[in-house]
């Protein structure tokens, strides 16, 4: 099993016993102490770390200032005279004093006691009085601390929710990609060794931890579709010995020499032409396309001191899509 799986276990426990009220505040935290563990959520789990331990004070016994906004971000906080505290208790602390003071409401009454003498009326009502201010004060910290354990509660569903919908989502997300990438993959078995080559160049880049490499993995995701471009453009007008291609819409684009761009759109333009599947796939080639460029751009003129590995991460992942829409056209047309 692995570590999503548990934790979309863990998730489930935390959800459906919260609704059914079959698990405590405090086993649901711990249920989401795992969860952030095993997902890697290193901020949650310093949250649910202060929940579990207790938040860390200072030698004056003031918690310390990044707990305390830990704290109250995450259902401690309360205004009160119009200044901002936290509570501190521990949900396993609220439970253990709220089943105390419950027990406790059974013990002050005046039931069975009774007195005598001139005073007995006098002493019946005094009895009568503590009773009821000691029971008052019962309940009343009671529904405070009850209050203060819905809170707690809610918090813990919410951050086992929000995390279910995200493993879940992202388990979708991977067998739609995976069920994607197969289709994609049979469609490149048909481009050039050379091309093939790139795709497999840009895996070592973006495992490195060199900035420099991550520039280099762009370059190379402009290349990948330059040998596209012009690989499709041979096939598809094989013939073509005009320099300039009229679109639909009337403008005239160069398809001459590296200006790989217009081959494409006009190879894209034609696989539209064909498919019954109408789509946006070549404005958002053509949009992926001058992005990269325009960051390369910006890299070589120092504008940007590094390319990120999020960048290049994204224009891996948009490139393999974009490169897969084009080859899945093509699949279309020829099943025509």
């Known amino acids: 099993m692995t570590k999503m799986e548990k934790a979309l276990i863990a998730c489930e426990k935390v959800v459906e016993g919260i609704e059914d009220e079959t698990i405590s505040t405090s086993s649901a935290m711990l ?6 563990r095993l997902t890697n959520d290193e901020e949650s789990l310093i949250w649910l770390q202060y929940e579990y331990g ?9 918690v310390l200032s990044e707990a305390w906004k830990i704290g109250y971000k995450n259902g401690r906080g ?19 004093k709220i089943e105390a003071q419950q027990n406790a409401i059974g013990n002050f009454t005046t039931q069975g006691t009774s007195v005598g003498g001139d005073n007995a009326y006098i002493a019946m009502n005094n009895l009568t009085s503590t009773v009821a201010n000691s029971t008052s004060g019962l309940v009343k910290n009671i529904s405070n601390n009850q209050k203060r354990l819905a809170s707690l509660r809610a918090r813990y569903y919410e951050y086992a929710l929000v995390k279910q919908i995200e493993l879940t989502f992202g388990n979708i997300a991977t067998d739609i990609f995976s ?10 078995s048909e481009l050039s060794k050379e091309t093939i080559l790139k795709l497999q160049a840009i895996e070592g880049k973006i495992d490195s931890d060199n900035p420099e490499m991550y520039s280099q993995a762009l370059a190379t995701c402009r290349r990948l579709f330059e040998n596209v471009s012009v690989e499709l453009f041979d096939k598809y007008f094989p013939d073509y010995s005009d320099k300039m291609f009229k679109t639909k819409s009337g403008k005239e684009i160069d398809v001459s020499g590296d200006h ?16 019954a599947n109408k789509s946006l796939v070549g404005s958002n080639i053509i949009y992926l396309i001058d992005w990269i460029d325009n960051l390369n751009s910006l890299h070589c003129k120092g504008v940007h001191a590094d390319v990120t590995r999020g960048d290049a991460e994204k224009a891996i992942i948009q490139t393999y899509i974009c490169l897969g829409d084009i080859l899945n056209m093509q699949n279309d047309c020829s099943k025509k």
């Not at 207790?54 to 003031?62: H, L, V």
């Not at 309360?78 to 253990?96: R, W």
């Not at 790989?260 to 498919?275: D, H, P, Q, R, W």
């Open 31 to 36: 249920q989401c102490s795992k969860i952030a």
């Open 260 to 275: 790989y761009k217009n081959k494409l759109s006009a190879v894209i333009e034609k696989l539209e032409e064909k498919s």
């Open 78 to 96: 309360y205004n009160q005279d119009g200044a901002q505290y936290i509570f501190t208790e521990l949900a396993s602390e609220l439970e253990q």
């Open 179 to 188: 069920s994607y990438r197969e289709k994609v993959d049979n469609g490149f």
């Open 54 to 62: 207790g938040y860390p004070r200072d030698k004056e016994g003031k």
